[in-house]
């Protein structure tokens, strides 16, 4: 669905303090040198949900 997306992190609100933080250094070792510039925001998700009719 993300066409160009480079890296996704995933959060699930159950998850401890502990885990959250081990998800995160996990994701910092393999960030890669392109960065996450072509993340969308809202409005931008909202309108390619839209224009895709997967809303």
């Known amino acids: 669905m993300w066409r160009g997306m480079k890296s996704v992190m995933e959060f699930d609100p159950k998850d401890s303090q502990q885990k959250t933080e081990s998800k995160w250094l996990e994701w910092n070792r393999h960030k890669s040198a392109v960065a996450d510039k072509a993340v969308p925001n809202a409005e931008q ?11």
């Open 45 to 55: 998700t909202q309108a390619y949900l839209r224009k895709y009719d997967m809303v």
